[in-house]
Protein backbone atom coordinates (compact mmCIF):
# COMPACT_ATOMS: atom_id res chain seq x y z
CA UNK A 1 0.00 0.00 0.00
CA UNK A 2 2.67 2.14 0.53
CA UNK A 3 4.22 1.92 -2.64
CA UNK A 4 0.92 2.21 -4.37
CA UNK A 5 0.37 5.53 -2.41
CA UNK A 6 3.84 6.40 -3.93
CA UNK A 7 3.01 5.69 -7.14
CA UNK A 8 -0.05 7.86 -7.57
CA UNK A 9 1.93 10.55 -5.05
CA UNK A 10 5.24 11.69 -6.75
CA UNK A 11 5.03 13.30 -10.45
CA UNK A 12 8.10 11.05 -11.17
CA UNK A 13 6.44 7.80 -10.57
CA UNK A 14 2.77 8.71 -12.44
CA UNK A 15 2.04 10.19 -16.21
CA UNK A 16 1.24 13.59 -16.28
CA UNK A 17 -2.33 15.34 -16.40
CA UNK A 18 -4.18 14.74 -19.07
CA UNK A 19 -6.83 16.90 -19.83
CA UNK A 20 -6.88 16.04 -23.39
CA UNK A 21 -11.35 14.86 -24.98
CA UNK A 22 -9.27 11.45 -26.76
CA UNK A 23 -7.27 9.69 -23.68
CA UNK A 24 -5.88 8.13 -26.58
CA UNK A 25 -3.85 11.67 -26.78
CA UNK A 26 -2.41 11.65 -23.39
CA UNK A 27 0.82 10.32 -22.45
CA UNK A 28 1.49 6.87 -21.57
CA UNK A 29 3.15 5.71 -18.34
CA UNK A 30 6.52 5.18 -18.81
CA UNK A 31 8.30 1.09 -18.02
CA UNK A 32 9.19 2.50 -14.49
CA UNK A 33 6.06 3.61 -13.29
CA UNK A 34 4.10 0.62 -14.60
CA UNK A 35 6.25 -1.55 -12.75
CA UNK A 36 6.13 0.96 -9.81
CA UNK A 37 2.29 0.49 -10.07
CA UNK A 38 1.96 -2.88 -11.08
CA UNK A 39 4.70 -4.09 -8.80
CA UNK A 40 2.93 -2.42 -5.75
CA UNK A 41 -0.29 -4.30 -7.07
CA UNK A 42 1.28 -8.11 -6.83
CA UNK A 43 3.07 -6.95 -3.76
CA UNK A 44 -0.48 -6.59 -2.39
CA UNK A 45 -1.49 -10.18 -3.69
CA UNK A 46 1.00 -11.57 -1.76
CA UNK A 47 0.23 -9.74 1.13
CA UNK A 48 -3.12 -10.82 1.14
CA UNK A 49 -1.80 -14.18 0.54
CA UNK A 50 -0.76 -14.55 3.52
CA UNK A 51 -3.21 -12.51 5.74
CA UNK A 52 -6.39 -13.99 4.38
CA UNK A 53 -5.87 -17.64 5.33
CA UNK A 54 -4.38 -16.95 8.42
CA UNK A 55 -6.12 -14.32 10.35
CA UNK A 56 -9.56 -16.10 10.63
CA UNK A 57 -8.04 -18.75 11.68
CA UNK A 58 -6.08 -17.26 14.52
CA UNK A 59 -9.00 -15.32 15.49
CA UNK A 60 -11.29 -18.79 15.52
CA UNK A 61 -8.40 -20.79 17.30
CA UNK A 62 -8.68 -18.00 20.30
CA UNK A 63 -12.30 -19.80 21.24
CA UNK A 64 -11.66 -23.09 23.65
CA UNK A 65 -13.18 -26.25 22.11
CA UNK A 66 -13.39 -27.74 25.77
CA UNK A 67 -15.44 -24.57 27.33
CA UNK A 68 -18.69 -24.34 26.60
CA UNK A 69 -19.13 -20.86 26.77
CA UNK A 70 -16.30 -20.26 24.38
CA UNK A 71 -17.47 -22.90 22.19
CA UNK A 72 -20.35 -21.79 21.93
CA UNK A 73 -19.48 -18.43 21.09
CA UNK A 74 -17.24 -19.82 18.21
CA UNK A 75 -20.41 -21.03 16.40
CA UNK A 76 -20.94 -17.08 16.24
CA UNK A 77 -17.13 -16.25 15.32
CA UNK A 78 -17.23 -16.28 11.36
CA UNK A 79 -20.80 -13.96 11.31
CA UNK A 80 -19.24 -11.15 13.01
CA UNK A 81 -15.81 -11.77 11.31
CA UNK A 82 -17.44 -10.83 8.18
CA UNK A 83 -19.40 -8.40 9.41
CA UNK A 84 -16.11 -6.62 10.42
CA UNK A 85 -14.59 -7.49 7.11
CA UNK A 86 -17.83 -5.67 5.15
CA UNK A 87 -17.97 -3.26 7.50
CA UNK A 88 -14.68 -1.99 6.18
CA UNK A 89 -15.78 -3.03 2.65
CA UNK A 90 -18.58 -0.44 3.26
CA UNK A 91 -16.07 2.49 4.27
CA UNK A 92 -14.04 1.47 1.32
CA UNK A 93 -16.53 1.45 -1.60
CA UNK A 94 -18.33 5.03 -0.18
CA UNK A 95 -16.13 7.19 1.61
CA UNK A 96 -12.63 5.90 0.39
CA UNK A 97 -14.23 6.27 -3.32
CA UNK A 98 -15.63 9.66 -2.89
CA UNK A 99 -12.12 10.66 -1.90
CA UNK A 100 -10.65 9.23 -4.73
CA UNK A 101 -13.03 10.59 -7.05
CA UNK A 102 -13.44 14.24 -5.56
CA UNK A 103 -10.31 14.65 -3.62
CA UNK A 104 -7.50 12.78 -5.37
CA UNK A 105 -5.80 9.27 -5.54
CA UNK A 106 -2.92 10.20 -2.88
CA UNK A 107 -5.31 10.60 -0.25
CA UNK A 108 -7.30 7.97 -1.32
CA UNK A 109 -4.59 5.51 -0.78
CA UNK A 110 -2.56 7.16 1.53
CA UNK A 111 -6.14 6.62 4.19
CA UNK A 112 -5.80 2.95 4.12
CA UNK A 113 -2.14 2.67 4.29
CA UNK A 114 -1.91 4.62 7.45
CA UNK A 115 -5.07 2.14 8.70
CA UNK A 116 -2.63 -0.81 7.94
CA UNK A 117 -0.19 0.80 10.07
CA UNK A 118 -2.47 1.11 12.67
CA UNK A 119 -3.99 -2.20 12.28
CA UNK A 120 -0.09 -3.77 12.54
CA UNK A 121 0.88 -2.29 15.21
CA UNK A 122 -2.69 -3.47 17.00
CA UNK A 123 -1.68 -6.84 15.83
CA UNK A 124 2.21 -6.67 17.21
CA UNK A 125 0.79 -4.94 20.74
CA UNK A 126 -1.90 -8.32 21.05
CA UNK A 127 0.45 -10.72 20.04
CA UNK A 128 1.34 -11.54 23.30
CA UNK A 129 -2.17 -12.40 24.98
CA UNK A 130 -3.10 -14.52 21.95
CA UNK A 131 -3.21 -18.25 21.97
CA UNK A 132 -0.92 -19.84 19.89
CA UNK A 133 -1.21 -23.08 18.10
CA UNK A 134 1.95 -24.98 18.09
CA UNK A 135 3.61 -25.34 14.61
CA UNK A 136 2.80 -28.95 13.26
CA UNK A 137 4.82 -29.02 9.95
CA UNK A 138 3.49 -28.24 6.72
CA UNK A 139 -0.15 -29.91 5.72
CA UNK A 140 1.31 -30.23 2.19
CA UNK A 141 3.77 -32.84 3.20
CA UNK A 142 1.73 -34.81 5.61
CA UNK A 143 -0.76 -34.91 2.54
CA UNK A 144 2.26 -35.81 -0.19
CA UNK A 145 3.40 -38.54 2.15
CA UNK A 146 0.07 -40.21 2.52
CA UNK A 147 -0.94 -40.52 -1.25
CA UNK A 148 2.70 -41.89 -2.17
CA UNK A 149 2.88 -44.33 0.40
CA UNK A 150 -0.54 -45.18 -1.03
CA UNK A 151 0.93 -45.09 -4.46
CA UNK A 152 4.16 -47.09 -3.58
CA UNK A 153 1.85 -49.95 -1.88
CA UNK A 154 -0.91 -49.63 -4.34
CA UNK A 155 -0.46 -53.77 -5.09
CA UNK A 156 -0.35 -54.64 -1.34
CA UNK A 157 -3.97 -55.73 -0.18
CA UNK A 158 -5.58 -53.85 2.74
CA UNK A 159 -6.27 -56.08 5.88
CA UNK A 160 -9.86 -57.13 6.56
CA UNK A 161 -9.77 -55.72 10.30
CA UNK A 162 -8.47 -51.58 10.37
CA UNK A 163 -7.04 -52.32 13.63
CA UNK A 164 -4.11 -53.94 11.66
CA UNK A 165 -3.24 -51.02 9.63
CA UNK A 166 -0.53 -48.69 11.60
CA UNK A 167 -1.29 -46.50 14.22
CA UNK A 168 0.49 -44.08 16.81
CA UNK A 169 -0.03 -44.82 20.73
CA UNK A 170 -2.69 -43.06 22.67
CA UNK A 171 -0.27 -41.96 25.14
CA UNK A 172 1.53 -39.87 22.06
CA UNK A 173 -1.67 -37.98 20.92
CA UNK A 174 -2.89 -36.85 24.37
CA UNK A 175 0.85 -35.91 24.96
CA UNK A 176 0.84 -33.44 21.75
CA UNK A 177 -2.66 -32.51 22.74
CA UNK A 178 -3.74 -34.06 19.67
CA UNK A 179 -6.72 -36.73 19.24
CA UNK A 180 -6.90 -40.14 17.13
CA UNK A 181 -9.15 -40.65 13.95
CA UNK A 182 -10.53 -44.09 13.18
CA UNK A 183 -9.90 -45.48 9.81
CA UNK A 184 -12.91 -44.72 7.73
CA UNK A 185 -14.05 -46.50 4.59
CA UNK A 186 -14.02 -43.68 1.91
CA UNK A 187 -11.36 -43.24 -0.05
CA UNK A 188 -10.30 -46.86 0.33
CA UNK A 189 -7.25 -46.81 -1.64
CA UNK A 190 -5.38 -43.85 0.78
CA UNK A 191 -5.47 -46.56 3.69
CA UNK A 192 -2.77 -48.73 1.89
CA UNK A 193 -0.53 -45.50 3.55
CA UNK A 194 -1.02 -47.55 6.41
CA UNK A 195 -0.69 -51.11 5.52
CA UNK A 196 2.33 -52.65 7.77
CA UNK A 197 5.01 -53.61 5.08
CA UNK A 198 8.20 -53.83 7.37
CA UNK A 199 9.40 -50.42 6.86
CA UNK A 200 9.34 -46.95 9.07
CA UNK A 201 9.95 -44.60 6.13
CA UNK A 202 7.13 -41.65 6.40
CA UNK A 203 7.32 -41.80 2.67
CA UNK A 204 6.15 -45.46 3.13
CA UNK A 205 3.99 -45.73 5.86
CA UNK A 206 1.48 -43.34 7.23
CA UNK A 207 -0.27 -43.40 10.36
CA UNK A 208 -4.19 -43.45 10.38
CA UNK A 209 -4.56 -40.54 11.82
CA UNK A 210 -2.31 -38.98 9.37
CA UNK A 211 -4.17 -40.56 6.10
CA UNK A 212 -7.84 -39.46 7.60
CA UNK A 213 -6.54 -36.24 7.72
CA UNK A 214 -5.51 -35.94 4.10
CA UNK A 215 -8.65 -38.04 3.45
CA UNK A 216 -10.82 -34.79 4.80
CA UNK A 217 -9.06 -32.33 2.94
CA UNK A 218 -9.50 -34.29 0.15
CA UNK A 219 -13.63 -34.77 0.54
CA UNK A 220 -13.41 -30.81 0.74
CA UNK A 221 -12.34 -30.80 -2.44
CA UNK A 222 -16.07 -31.64 -4.09
CA UNK A 223 -17.23 -28.70 -2.15
CA UNK A 224 -14.92 -26.29 -3.12
CA UNK A 225 -15.41 -26.73 -6.55
CA UNK A 226 -18.95 -26.14 -6.11
CA UNK A 227 -18.21 -22.47 -4.61
CA UNK A 228 -16.58 -21.49 -8.03
CA UNK A 229 -19.51 -20.26 -9.90
CA UNK A 230 -20.83 -18.12 -6.95
CA UNK A 231 -17.09 -16.72 -6.45
CA UNK A 232 -17.83 -15.69 -10.36
CA UNK A 233 -21.01 -14.23 -9.63
CA UNK A 234 -19.78 -12.29 -6.96
CA UNK A 235 -16.61 -10.91 -9.57
CA UNK A 236 -19.63 -9.50 -11.99
CA UNK A 237 -20.06 -7.00 -9.03
CA UNK A 238 -17.13 -4.92 -9.09
CA UNK A 239 -17.50 -5.18 -13.33
CA UNK A 240 -20.05 -5.45 -15.21
CA UNK A 241 -22.87 -4.33 -12.34
CA UNK A 242 -20.45 -1.46 -12.31
CA UNK A 243 -20.87 -0.33 -15.50
CA UNK A 244 -24.24 -0.80 -16.18
CA UNK A 245 -24.30 1.74 -12.94
CA UNK A 246 -22.60 4.33 -15.15
CA UNK A 247 -25.18 4.33 -18.28
CA UNK A 248 -27.85 5.36 -15.12
CA UNK A 249 -28.92 8.76 -13.75
CA UNK A 250 -26.80 8.65 -10.69
CA UNK A 251 -28.20 11.78 -9.37
CA UNK A 252 -29.91 12.24 -5.92
CA UNK A 253 -30.60 16.15 -6.01
CA UNK A 254 -27.57 17.84 -6.57
CA UNK A 255 -24.96 15.11 -5.47
CA UNK A 256 -23.78 12.22 -8.28
CA UNK A 257 -23.30 8.86 -6.80
CA UNK A 258 -19.54 7.17 -7.85
CA UNK A 259 -20.02 4.14 -10.01
CA UNK A 260 -17.90 2.40 -7.74
CA UNK A 261 -19.95 3.00 -4.40
CA UNK A 262 -23.09 0.93 -5.94
CA UNK A 263 -20.88 -1.88 -3.97
CA UNK A 264 -21.88 -0.77 -0.84
CA UNK A 265 -25.21 -1.59 -1.18
CA UNK A 266 -24.25 -5.45 -1.22
CA UNK A 267 -22.23 -4.55 1.83
CA UNK A 268 -24.97 -2.70 3.72
CA UNK A 269 -27.56 -5.45 2.62
CA UNK A 270 -25.02 -8.32 3.96
CA UNK A 271 -24.17 -6.35 7.19
CA UNK A 272 -27.73 -6.25 8.06
CA UNK A 273 -28.60 -10.25 6.82
CA UNK A 274 -25.81 -11.38 9.13
CA UNK A 275 -27.15 -9.45 11.78
CA UNK A 276 -31.10 -11.12 11.32
CA UNK A 277 -29.65 -14.61 10.92
CA UNK A 278 -27.42 -14.42 14.15
CA UNK A 279 -29.95 -12.90 16.11
CA UNK A 280 -33.28 -13.63 15.13
CA UNK A 281 -32.90 -16.94 12.70
CA UNK A 282 -30.35 -19.15 14.53
CA UNK A 283 -32.60 -18.97 17.62
CA UNK A 284 -35.67 -19.43 16.16
CA UNK A 285 -34.66 -22.73 14.19
CA UNK A 286 -32.25 -24.34 16.40
CA UNK A 287 -35.82 -24.98 18.72
CA UNK A 288 -36.73 -26.97 14.79
CA UNK A 289 -33.67 -28.37 14.02
CA UNK A 290 -31.67 -28.92 17.42
CA UNK A 291 -28.40 -27.73 15.90
CA UNK A 292 -26.31 -25.38 18.09
CA UNK A 293 -25.90 -23.39 14.54
CA UNK A 294 -29.73 -23.49 13.22
CA UNK A 295 -29.09 -25.17 9.97
CA UNK A 296 -26.20 -27.56 8.98
CA UNK A 297 -23.16 -25.24 7.40
CA UNK A 298 -23.84 -27.23 3.86
CA UNK A 299 -27.41 -26.31 4.16
CA UNK A 300 -26.60 -22.48 4.53
CA UNK A 301 -24.41 -22.95 1.87
CA UNK A 302 -27.17 -24.46 -0.43
CA UNK A 303 -29.64 -21.33 0.40
CA UNK A 304 -26.70 -19.43 -0.50
CA UNK A 305 -26.87 -20.92 -3.94
CA UNK A 306 -30.49 -20.47 -4.47
CA UNK A 307 -30.29 -16.90 -3.91
CA UNK A 308 -27.06 -16.57 -6.65
CA UNK A 309 -30.00 -18.13 -9.28
CA UNK A 310 -32.33 -15.92 -8.23
CA UNK A 311 -29.68 -12.75 -8.29
CA UNK A 312 -28.76 -13.53 -12.14
CA UNK A 313 -32.40 -13.97 -13.29
CA UNK A 314 -33.46 -10.72 -11.60
CA UNK A 315 -30.36 -9.19 -13.23
CA UNK A 316 -31.30 -10.54 -16.89
CA UNK A 317 -35.03 -9.17 -16.38
CA UNK A 318 -33.72 -5.83 -15.26
CA UNK A 319 -30.84 -5.55 -17.87
CA UNK A 320 -33.93 -6.34 -20.56
CA UNK A 321 -35.79 -3.42 -19.59
CA UNK A 322 -32.71 -1.13 -19.51
CA UNK A 323 -32.21 -1.77 -23.38
CA UNK A 324 -35.88 -1.63 -24.26
CA UNK A 325 -35.62 1.87 -22.40
CA UNK A 326 -32.54 2.92 -24.20
CA UNK A 327 -34.19 1.32 -27.88
CA UNK A 328 -37.44 4.13 -26.59
CA UNK A 329 -35.10 6.63 -26.39
CA UNK A 330 -32.86 6.26 -29.61
CA UNK A 331 -29.81 5.73 -27.13
CA UNK A 332 -28.69 2.67 -28.52
CA UNK A 333 -26.13 3.68 -30.87
CA UNK A 334 -24.36 6.57 -29.45
CA UNK A 335 -24.52 4.80 -25.71
CA UNK A 336 -25.89 7.82 -24.25
CA UNK A 337 -27.07 8.00 -20.55
CA UNK A 338 -30.41 6.36 -20.31
CA UNK A 339 -33.67 8.25 -18.24
CA UNK A 340 -33.61 5.63 -15.83
CA UNK A 341 -32.17 6.03 -11.88
CA UNK A 342 -29.58 3.84 -10.88
CA UNK A 343 -31.48 2.30 -8.21
CA UNK A 344 -33.67 -0.26 -10.72
CA UNK A 345 -30.11 -2.24 -9.98
CA UNK A 346 -30.87 -1.85 -6.26
CA UNK A 347 -32.84 -5.72 -6.10
CA UNK A 348 -29.48 -7.91 -7.25
CA UNK A 349 -27.02 -5.68 -5.09
CA UNK A 350 -29.28 -6.17 -2.17
CA UNK A 351 -29.76 -10.09 -3.29
CA UNK A 352 -26.11 -10.74 -3.47
CA UNK A 353 -25.29 -8.96 -0.03
CA UNK A 354 -28.12 -11.62 0.99
CA UNK A 355 -26.26 -14.31 -0.75
CA UNK A 356 -22.77 -13.65 0.90
CA UNK A 357 -24.86 -13.64 4.21
CA UNK A 358 -25.25 -17.43 3.49
CA UNK A 359 -22.69 -18.42 1.55
CA UNK A 360 -19.30 -16.44 2.15
CA UNK A 361 -20.18 -16.82 6.11
CA UNK A 362 -20.65 -20.47 5.67
CA UNK A 363 -18.00 -21.62 3.45
CA UNK A 364 -14.91 -19.84 5.40
CA UNK A 365 -16.45 -21.33 8.54
CA UNK A 366 -17.18 -24.39 6.99
CA UNK A 367 -13.52 -25.07 5.46
CA UNK A 368 -12.33 -24.44 8.98
CA UNK A 369 -14.78 -26.58 10.96
CA UNK A 370 -13.94 -29.53 8.43
CA UNK A 371 -10.13 -29.42 8.40
CA UNK A 372 -8.19 -31.37 10.70
CA UNK A 373 -7.07 -29.75 13.94
CA UNK A 374 -3.16 -28.92 11.98
CA UNK A 375 -4.87 -28.16 8.59
CA UNK A 376 -6.89 -25.18 9.79
CA UNK A 377 -5.29 -22.48 7.74
CA UNK A 378 -4.79 -24.47 4.86
CA UNK A 379 -8.82 -25.01 5.59
CA UNK A 380 -9.59 -21.52 5.29
CA UNK A 381 -7.30 -20.90 2.15
CA UNK A 382 -10.28 -22.89 0.08
CA UNK A 383 -12.47 -20.12 0.89
CA UNK A 384 -9.37 -17.73 -0.49
CA UNK A 385 -8.68 -20.15 -3.61
CA UNK A 386 -13.03 -20.09 -4.44
CA UNK A 387 -12.72 -16.14 -5.30
CA UNK A 388 -9.60 -15.96 -6.64
CA UNK A 389 -10.76 -18.96 -8.93
CA UNK A 390 -13.74 -17.57 -9.09
CA UNK A 391 -11.79 -14.01 -10.20
CA UNK A 392 -10.07 -16.00 -13.70
CA UNK A 393 -13.13 -18.01 -14.30
CA UNK A 394 -15.30 -14.74 -14.29
CA UNK A 395 -12.30 -12.95 -17.09
CA UNK A 396 -12.48 -16.27 -19.05
CA UNK A 397 -15.89 -16.58 -19.11
CA UNK A 398 -16.39 -12.84 -20.45
CA UNK A 399 -14.00 -12.79 -22.90
CA UNK A 400 -14.97 -16.13 -24.44
CA UNK A 401 -18.19 -15.49 -24.88
CA UNK A 402 -17.52 -12.21 -26.25
CA UNK A 403 -15.45 -13.40 -28.69
CA UNK A 404 -18.04 -16.79 -29.90
CA UNK A 405 -21.39 -14.65 -29.87
CA UNK A 406 -19.22 -11.90 -32.59
CA UNK A 407 -18.50 -14.70 -34.83
CA UNK A 408 -19.93 -15.19 -38.24
CA UNK A 409 -20.64 -11.23 -38.28
CA UNK A 410 -23.15 -11.17 -34.80
CA UNK A 411 -22.76 -7.80 -33.31
CA UNK A 412 -21.81 -10.30 -29.85
CA UNK A 413 -23.09 -10.14 -26.18
CA UNK A 414 -20.67 -8.38 -24.76
CA UNK A 415 -19.48 -4.74 -25.88
CA UNK A 416 -18.03 -1.39 -25.57
CA UNK A 417 -21.48 -0.01 -25.77
CA UNK A 418 -23.82 -1.46 -23.30
CA UNK A 419 -26.82 0.12 -25.03
CA UNK A 420 -26.14 -2.34 -28.11
CA UNK A 421 -24.95 -5.32 -25.74
CA UNK A 422 -26.94 -8.38 -24.83
CA UNK A 423 -25.81 -8.70 -21.09
CA UNK A 424 -29.89 -9.71 -20.46
CA UNK A 425 -28.50 -13.06 -22.44
CA UNK A 426 -25.31 -12.97 -20.32
CA UNK A 427 -27.20 -12.75 -17.05
CA UNK A 428 -29.62 -15.50 -18.66
CA UNK A 429 -26.51 -17.72 -19.29
CA UNK A 430 -25.43 -17.28 -15.80
CA UNK A 431 -28.26 -18.15 -14.01
CA UNK A 432 -28.22 -21.49 -16.14
CA UNK A 433 -25.00 -21.87 -14.66
CA UNK A 434 -26.25 -21.53 -11.59
CA UNK A 435 -28.63 -24.30 -11.79
CA UNK A 436 -26.44 -26.40 -12.85
CA UNK A 437 -23.97 -25.69 -10.40
CA UNK A 438 -26.73 -26.27 -7.99
CA UNK A 439 -27.67 -30.02 -8.94
CA UNK A 440 -23.86 -30.56 -8.82
CA UNK A 441 -23.54 -29.26 -5.20
CA UNK A 442 -26.79 -31.51 -3.90
CA UNK A 443 -25.26 -34.44 -5.38
CA UNK A 444 -22.09 -33.71 -3.78
CA UNK A 445 -23.39 -33.13 -0.31
CA UNK A 446 -25.60 -36.74 -1.03
CA UNK A 447 -21.51 -38.29 -0.20
CA UNK A 448 -20.18 -35.76 2.19
CA UNK A 449 -19.71 -36.92 5.93
CA UNK A 450 -19.05 -34.08 8.67
CA UNK A 451 -15.91 -34.62 10.86
CA UNK A 452 -16.54 -35.49 14.46
CA UNK A 453 -16.35 -32.54 16.60
CA UNK A 454 -13.01 -32.15 17.93
CA UNK A 455 -13.98 -32.01 21.53
CA UNK A 456 -16.26 -35.18 21.73
CA UNK A 457 -13.23 -36.86 20.20
CA UNK A 458 -11.02 -35.75 22.72
CA UNK A 459 -13.69 -36.50 25.10
CA UNK A 460 -13.31 -40.45 24.03
CA UNK A 461 -9.36 -40.14 23.71
CA UNK A 462 -9.90 -39.27 27.47
CA UNK A 463 -11.57 -41.98 28.68
CA UNK A 464 -10.10 -44.24 26.87
CA UNK A 465 -6.47 -43.52 28.24
CA UNK A 466 -8.57 -44.00 31.98
CA UNK A 467 -9.93 -47.36 30.77
CA UNK A 468 -6.18 -48.31 29.15
CA UNK A 469 -4.48 -46.89 32.50
CA UNK A 470 -7.19 -48.43 35.22
CA UNK A 471 -6.47 -51.72 33.07
CA UNK A 472 -2.58 -51.41 33.56
CA UNK A 473 -3.00 -50.93 37.38
CA UNK A 474 -4.99 -53.84 37.93
CA UNK A 475 -2.83 -55.72 35.83
CA UNK A 476 0.25 -54.41 38.12
CA UNK A 477 -1.91 -54.98 41.01
CA UNK A 478 -3.01 -58.37 40.21
CA UNK A 479 1.21 -58.96 39.16
CA UNK A 480 1.52 -58.08 43.11
CA UNK A 481 -0.93 -60.58 44.64
CA UNK A 482 0.31 -63.23 42.42
Known sequence: MSLLTLSVSIPGLKPPPCHQANIDDCKKASTLQLAMFFGALYTLAIGTGGTKPNIST???????????????????????????????????NTVLVYIQDNVGWTLGYGLPTLGLVISVMIFLAGTPFYRH????????????MVIVAAARKWRVPLPSDPKELHELDLEEYARNGKFMIGS????????KAAVKTGSTDPWMLSAVTQVEETKQMLRMIPILIATFVPSTMIAQINTLFIKQGTTLDRHIGNFKIPPASLAGFVTISMLVCVVLYDRFFVPVIRKWTN???????????????VLHFIIMAVASLTERYRLNVAKQHGLVENGGQLPLTIFILLPQFVLMGAADAFLEVAKLEFFYDQAPESMKSLGTSYSSTSLGIGNFLSSFLLSTVSDITQRDGHEGWILNNLNKSHLDYYYAFFAVLNFLNFIFFMAM???YVYKAEVSESMHVLTEELKVMRLKASNQEAAKGIA
Do not use: C, Y
Not at 133 to 144: C, D, I, L, N, Q
Open 445 to 447: IRF
Open 133 to 144: RVPAGSPFTKMA
Open 184 to 191: TPTLRFLN
Open 291 to 305: NPRGITLLQRMGIGL
Open 58 to 92: IGADQFDDFHPKEKASKLSFFNWWMFSIFFGTLFA
